[in-house]
């Protein structure tokens, strides 16, 4: 019922998404020339079963059981600012006889009830929109009027929210620099070929200017204008290394001109120097965002456009269609599949995420910036490889029979796939890279004709997209779980890709599951690029314009209805230019931007790596000098302050919390000095480190102008970090210096219970836990195996560990709670070994065992320290463990008298409770044992039992005898 309305709602717009059906009953419907028809809530009909379908409908939405997030909301939208219902036929009014078969959507009102209703279900996915889209929600008077709590939560995350997406134009485009590691003499095989290839060079660049001084011409065509100087060019690249030189420069000026998010508006080689830089107004920026008003396409072609080629990307398509050249594509398609697979397998940098402040690494931010300049690449060299592998194939319509379509997938199958993109999806995916993998492959598979995915390879391909657009639900959050919006940016690529014609109407909802390597060991994964917070709202709408047509929508509700109460309308405010000729050192920032990307297009591209390399480097270093030095002194302040202030605190019952907030609002004015600190700190390093990698022989005046762009870009970045960060650094490393000194002096008397500390008499020269652990250690570890037959432990020593051992939890100077579990925990796996008499002892023979006598006074000092030193809980329980219990199977002769003892002890000494001994004695028996070995612990099972009912016990434990003797005697 939903899709016909939305069809219906699409078939007032440009572009619908899907076939318009027969007509209905009243439809929802808006045009520009509509006055828009009041929506009142109390005249909603049908409120309960709205509300239904709305939850339902939502359901749908957070589970991906729609094709396309994004189109669901614009349908949304489009409800919610429908103007006025179309007149329909009266029979199809009347409602049926029953009430759950009335038509809904009959008014306006039920319209708008139902988008909000939908609206408030999906509130998170709306507020990771640009601001303009929050901002035309927040201020829609149907969304105040039918649900003020959700315009409450609008408004607030509009005005909590930095992600506001801009429009950043791109600095003129240029040719690609002479290359002589692959453009000289050397690689062409004769003096013509190297002289063709610099004529025909010459003639591409002469095209491309024509192209860019032409094509917005009306009624300018790019076959007539230009295909036969292309053709004559191509024909004289006859050599197949020729092709390969012009098809490198191809592919780079390509990724020059095209690379950027905004090439569809960007200017073009030979165009004037920007303008706006030129004029020196005092509020630029107001200029430049009008700039971007003006020059932004007004529309993307609706929620769901088709693959297209906008602004410097159609000078290469259509270079492409007019070349006609085999031998061109098919270098062009090498080349590109290349270039793919070195980017899709490029070692991007793992950023480790910070901690709860939310503190990041100034490397983060270009982190993130070469991550956004390989995805938006890759995007571009694989919609061009898509274009150019599938040309041959592509057409307005599919085979027109079945026989004709059998016959082409038969000779299809045969045909390998120009880049075996399978496998690279399946790579990445195991490699938790979809976030960088999926864009390009969505924008290859964009491309391809009918019957594409209806072969076997292809639609393999397409079954791995749909279980993973399934596996990403937004509202499943965990650790290692995939990053928000990296979820989003696959859910509105692949959205996309399913409302291609091409791809088949039924793929979505006819496809059967099967396992998936969805489930796999995240853990294992963490590190992967989608648990990373890779892709930024600049990012998604950058890949995805159309989800801007989402703004469009309101605003051009908002256009038709700026006469109403709560419109919004964008006023431009004019800017006079006259007189400011004078003004123009208020735009040094910009021009010094200008002058530097002039400077490094005339020399090396080594010299313009070197200078980025010097500034991302000195601005890490300078924010970690800043924390060993400034930030270090401030916590050294702290520190002696919470030395005098937390007794007090604990004195007076007052919370901790408040005497961090205190200390961090003094400290907070001396972190100003960061900024200060940081620019001397870049001024002073960066030129050294310029100057140490650069050749010796660079010029003095080039030297001097890559050191002052170093000492600028390292001062930007390692400012914009300080100044946003610097006081939740502040407050990190107090809050930590407070945690190690409230850890140092015990938990908090609510938490400390019976905890008991040194006595006065206490000189605290007992052995230090860490010394008593690794002896401890050293004693487990001969159990495992001695290193030479003579090792051993002499009983002595043992004896004098369990003393050492005693020392240390009298004496608490010390010994932290950590230590104090870790010696509980070693002592009881001592007990054990001590049990199974696996401990090699040296004595007057080598490797002989323990005396009874010795092994049962050992743990009766254990069973001492366990009840009356210890004061953290002791694992008891490893004792009955399967590991432990299974040391006995290699003993020979198999004794099990200590091991009783042991329980009994434990028992009368309420260390461990009769119930607790026998649960741990029967989940024994679930183990895998040999035969011999699992009647013996049965034995021993039942005469725990029986002497649990004695009332004293007897003066010689059981002994298990071997059942080669012929029976199993128990003594006691």
Same mark, same amino acid.
């Given at each position: 019922?939903?899709?016909?309305?939305?069809?219906?709602?699409?078939?007032?717009?440009?572009?619908?998404?899907?076939?318009?059906?027969?007509?209905?009953?009243?439809?929802?419907?808006?045009?520009? /020339?509509?006055?828009?028809?009041?929506?009142?809530?109390?005249?909603? /009909?049908?409120?309960?079963?709205?509300?239904?379908?709305?939850?339902?409908?939502?359901?749908?939405?957070?589970?991906?059981?729609?094709?396309?997030?994004?189109?669901?909301?614009?349908?949304?939208?489009?409800?919610?600012?429908?103007?006025?219902?179309?007149?329909?036929?009266?029979?199809?009014?009347?409602?049926?006889?029953?009430?759950?078969?009335?038509?809904?959507?009959?008014?306006?009102?039920?319209?708008?009830?139902?988008?909000?209703?939908?609206?408030?279900?999906?509130?998170?996915?709306?507020?990771?929109?640009?601001?303009?889209?929050?901002?035309?929600?927040?201020?829609?008077?149907?969304?105040?009027?039918?649900?003020?709590?959700?315009?409450?939560?609008?408004?607030?995350?509009?005005?909590?929210?930095?992600?506001?997406?801009?429009?950043?134009?791109?600095?003129?485009?240029?040719?690609? =620099?002479?290359?002589?590691?692959?453009?000289? %003499?050397?690689?062409?095989?004769?003096?013509?070929?190297? #002289?063709?290839?610099?004529?025909?060079?010459?003639?591409?660049?002469?095209?491309?200017?024509?192209?860019?001084?032409?094509?917005?011409?009306?009624?300018?065509?790019?076959?007539?204008?230009?295909?036969?100087?292309?053709?004559?060019?191509?024909?004289?690249?006859?050599?197949?290394?020729?092709?390969?030189?012009? @098809?490198?420069?191809?592919?780079?000026?390509?990724?020059?001109?095209?690379?950027?998010?905004?090439?569809?508006?960007?200017?073009?080689?030979?165009?004037?120097?920007?303008?706006?830089?030129?004029?020196?107004?005092?509020?630029?920026?107001?200029?430049? %965002?009008?700039?971007? %008003?003006?020059?932004?396409?007004? =529309?993307?072609?609706?929620?769901?456009?088709?693959?297209?080629?906008?602004?410097?990307?159609?000078?290469?398509?259509?270079?492409?269609?007019?070349?006609?050249?085999?031998?061109?594509?098919?270098?062009?398609?090498?080349?590109?599949?290349?270039?793919?697979?070195?980017?899709?397998?490029?070692?991007?940098?793992?950023?480790?995420?910070?901690?709860?402040?939310?503190?990041?690494?100034?490397?983060?931010?270009?982190?993130?910036?070469?991550?956004?300049?390989?995805?938006?690449?890759?995007?571009?060299?694989?919609?061009?490889?898509?274009?150019?592998?599938?040309?041959?194939?592509?057409?307005?319509?599919?085979?027109?029979?079945?026989?004709?379509?059998?016959?082409?997938?038969?000779?299809? /199958?045969?045909?390998?796939?120009?880049?075996?993109?399978?496998?690279?999806?399946?790579?990445?995916?195991?490699?938790?890279?979809? @976030?960088?993998?999926?864009?390009?492959?969505?924008?290859?598979?964009?491309?391809?004709? #009918?019957?594409?995915?209806?072969?076997?390879?292809?639609?393999?391909?397409?079954?791995?997209?749909?279980?993973?657009?399934?596996?990403?639900?937004?509202?499943?959050?965990?650790?290692?779980?995939?990053?928000?919006?990296?979820?989003?940016?696959?859910?509105?690529?692949?959205?996309?890709?399913?409302?291609?014609?091409?791809?088949?109407?039924?793929?979505?909802?006819?496809?059967?599951?099967? +396992? =998936?390597?969805?489930?796999?060991?995240?853990?294992?994964?963490?590190?992967?690029?989608?648990?990373?917070?890779?892709?930024?709202?600049?990012?998604?709408?950058?890949?995805?314009?159309?989800?801007?047509?989402?703004?469009?929508?309101?605003?051009?509700?908002?256009?038709?209805?700026?006469?109403?109460?709560?419109?919004?309308?964008?006023?431009?405010?004019?800017?006079?230019?006259?007189?400011?000729?004078?003004?123009?050192?208020?735009?040094?920032?910009?021009?010094?931007?200008?002058?530097?990307?002039?400077?490094?297009?005339?020399?090396?591209?080594?010299?313009?790596?070197?200078?980025?390399?010097?500034?991302?480097?000195?601005?890490?270093?300078?924010?970690?000098?800043?924390?060993?030095?400034?930030?270090?002194?401030?916590?050294?302040?702290?520190?002696?302050?919470?030395?005098?202030?937390?007794?007090?605190?604990?004195?007076?019952?007052?919370?901790?919390?408040?005497?961090?907030?205190?200390?961090?609002?003094?400290?907070?004015?001396?972190?100003?000095?960061?900024?200060?600190?940081?620019?001397?700190?870049?001024?002073?390093?960066? +030129?050294?480190?310029?100057?140490?990698?650069?050749?010796?022989?660079?010029?003095?005046?080039?030297?001097?102008?890559?050191?002052?762009?170093?000492?600028?870009?390292?001062?930007?970045?390692?400012?914009?970090?300080?100044?946003?960060?610097?006081?939740?650094?502040?407050?990190?490393?107090?809050?930590?210096?407070?945690?190690?000194?409230?850890?140092?002096?015990?938990?908090?008397?609510?938490?400390?219970?019976?905890?008991?500390?040194?006595? %006065?008499?206490?000189? #605290?020269?007992?052995?230090?836990? /860490?010394?008593?652990?690794?002896?401890?250690?050293?004693?487990?570890?001969?159990?495992?195996?001695?290193?030479?037959?003579?090792?051993?432990?002499?009983?002595?020593?043992?004896?004098?560990?369990?003393?050492?051992?005693?020392?240390?939890?009298?004496?608490?100077?010390?010994?932290?709670?950590?230590?104090?579990?870790?010696?509980?925990?070693?002592?009881?796996?001592?007990?054990?070994?001590?049990?199974?008499?696996?401990?090699?002892?040296?004595?007057?023979?080598?490797?002989?065992?323990?005396?009874?006598?010795?092994?049962?006074?050992?743990?009766?000092?254990?069973?001492?320290?366990?009840?009356?030193?210890?004061?953290?809980?002791?694992?008891?329980?490893?004792?009955?463990?399967?590991?432990?219990?299974?040391?006995?199977?290699?003993?020979?002769?198999?004794?099990?008298?200590?091991?009783?003892?042991?329980?009994?002890?434990? @028992?009368?000494?309420?260390?461990?409770?009769?119930?607790?001994?026998?649960?741990?004695?029967? =989940?024994?028996?679930?183990?895998?044992?040999?035969?011999?070995?699992?009647?013996?612990?049965?034995?021993?099972?039942?005469?725990?039992?029986?002497?649990? #009912?004695?009332?004293?016990?007897?003066?010689?434990?059981?002994?298990?005898?071997?059942?080669?003797?012929?029976?199993?005697?128990?003594?006691?």
């Amino acid at each position: 019922m939903l899709r016909k309305e939305r069809s219906k709602q699409l078939q007032q717009s440009p572009t619908p998404a899907y076939p318009v059906p027969e007509s209905g009953s009243a439809l929802p419907s808006w045009t520009g /020339s509509l006055t828009a028809e009041p929506a009142d809530p109390s005249r909603v /009909s049908s409120r309960q079963r709205l509300e239904l379908v709305a939850l339902v409908y939502s359901s749908c939405i957070a589970e991906n059981l729609v094709p396309n997030l994004f189109l669901e909301l614009f349908f949304i939208l489009q409800l919610l600012t429908v103007r006025r219902m179309v007149a329909a036929k009266h029979n199809d009014l009347e409602p049926g006889s029953d009430s759950l078969e009335s038509p809904l959507f009959q008014s306006v009102h039920d319209c708008v009830f139902f988008a909000v209703q939908v609206l408030e279900h999906q509130f998170r996915i709306l507020s990771y929109l640009d601001k303009g889209t929050l901002k035309l929600l927040a201020e829609n008077e149907r969304l105040l009027c039918f649900s003020p709590a959700l315009q409450g939560r609008l408004r607030a995350a509009y005005e909590g929210s930095a992600a506001k997406v801009s429009l950043s134009l791109p600095p003129p485009a240029q040719a690609v =620099s002479f290359q002589p590691e692959t453009d000289n %003499r050397a690689n062409f095989s004769s003096d013509r070929a190297f #002289h063709t290839f610099k004529k025909q060079r010459d003639v591409f660049y002469e095209v491309l200017r024509e192209w860019e001084d032409r094509h917005e011409e009306p009624g300018w065509d790019f076959e007539k204008g230009l295909g036969s100087r292309i053709r004559a060019m191509m024909g004289q690249l006859s050599a197949a290394c020729s092709h390969s030189h012009f @098809v490198r420069l191809f592919q780079k000026q390509l990724l020059q001109m095209c690379q950027s998010p905004c090439s569809a508006g960007a200017t073009v080689l030979g165009e004037a120097p920007d303008v706006l830089s030129m004029l020196g107004a005092d509020k630029l920026g107001r200029l430049r %965002r009008l700039q971007e %008003r003006l020059v932004a396409p007004q =529309s993307s072609g609706g929620p769901c456009p088709p693959p297209t080629f906008p602004g410097c990307q159609g000078f290469f398509r259509d270079f492409i269609v007019s070349a006609s050249s085999f031998q061109f594509n098919q270098h062009l398609m090498d080349s590109l599949s290349l270039k793919i697979r070195e980017l899709n397998g490029l070692a991007l940098p793992q950023h480790e995420p910070g901690d709860e402040d939310g503190e990041s690494d100034v490397d983060w931010q270009g982190e993130r910036r070469q991550f956004a300049v390989v995805l938006l690449s890759l995007r571009l060299l694989a919609k061009f490889l898509g274009f150019v592998a599938f040309l041959p194939y592509r057409g307005p319509e599919p085979p027109p029979t079945r026989e004709l379509q059998d016959s082409i997938l038969a000779l299809r /199958s045969q045909v390998p796939p120009v880049l075996d993109v399978r496998t690279l999806l399946w790579q990445g995916l195991q490699a938790r890279r979809a @976030v960088l993998t999926v864009p390009w492959l969505v924008e290859f598979l964009s491309f391809a004709d #009918h019957i594409v995915p209806l072969l076997d390879y292809y639609r393999s391909i397409f079954t791995l997209l749909l279980h993973l657009h399934r596996s990403l639900v937004l509202s499943k959050e965990s650790e290692g779980e995939m990053c928000f919006l990296n979820k989003l940016l696959l859910l509105a690529v692949l959205g996309w890709l399913f409302q291609i014609p091409t791809v088949p109407e039924d793929l979505f909802f006819l496809e059967e599951g099967h +396992p =998936s390597i969805f489930d796999m060991d995240t853990v294992a994964l963490e590190h992967g690029l989608d648990s990373m917070p890779v892709v930024d709202q600049q990012l998604l709408y950058t890949c995805c314009p159309y989800i801007g047509e989402l703004r469009k929508l309101l605003a051009s509700w908002v256009s038709g209805s700026s006469g109403r109460s709560g419109g919004f309308v964008r006023k431009i405010t004019p800017t006079t230019t006259t007189g400011q000729g004078a003004q123009l050192p208020q735009t040094t920032q910009g021009l010094q931007a200008q002058l530097a990307e002039a400077f490094f297009h005339n020399q090396p591209p080594s010299l313009r790596r070197t200078v980025e390399f010097v500034a991302e480097r000195i601005g890490s270093n300078c924010v970690k000098h800043i924390k060993a030095t400034l930030v270090a002194d401030l916590v050294r302040q702290a520190e002696s302050l919470l030395r005098e202030q937390l007794v007090m605190q604990r004195q007076k019952g007052e919370d901790p919390a408040q005497l961090l907030e205190i200390l961090c609002s003094q400290l907070y004015p001396q972190g100003a000095q960061a900024l200060t600190q940081g620019r001397e700190f870049c001024r002073k390093k960066s +030129p050294g480190a310029v100057r140490a990698l650069l050749p010796e022989e660079t010029p003095a005046a080039v030297l001097s102008s890559a050191e002052n762009i170093a000492v600028g870009l390292a001062t930007e970045k390692a400012c914009a970090w300080l100044s946003a960060n610097i006081t939740a650094l502040i407050r990190r490393e107090v809050k930590a210096a407070m945690s190690r000194m409230l850890r140092s002096q015990g938990p908090e008397p609510a938490a400390q219970g019976e905890r008991r500390g040194c006595s %006065r008499a206490c000189e #605290h020269h007992a052995p230090l836990p /860490s010394h008593l652990i690794s002896e401890i250690k050293d004693v487990l570890s001969l159990a495992v195996g001695p290193r030479d037959p003579e090792e051993g432990v002499p009983p002595e020593h043992l004896e004098r560990l369990l003393g050492q051992l005693g020392q240390t939890l009298r004496c608490r100077q010390f010994l932290c709670p950590p230590a104090e579990q870790h010696l509980a925990k070693c002592s009881v796996e001592l007990a054990s070994l001590l049990v199974a008499d696996q401990i090699p002892v040296l004595g007057p023979a080598a490797q002989q065992r323990l005396e009874k006598g010795q092994a049962r006074r050992l743990l009766y000092m254990l069973l001492s320290l366990w009840k009356e030193d210890f004061q953290v809980p002791v694992p008891l329980q490893l004792l009955l463990s399967p590991r432990n219990v299974g040391l006995l199977a290699d003993t020979r002769p198999r004794e099990w008298d200590l091991l009783l003892f042991l329980l009994r002890e434990l @028992v009368e000494r309420r260390l461990m409770g009769q119930m607790e001994i026998e649960g741990c004695l029967g =989940s024994l028996h679930e183990a895998q044992w040999p035969g011999e070995f699992s009647e013996e612990l049965a034995t021993l099972f039942n005469l725990f039992l029986a002497e649990s #009912h004695m009332p004293q016990p007897q003066l010689r434990p059981c002994e298990l005898v071997q059942p080669n003797r012929g029976t199993v005697l128990a003594q006691s």
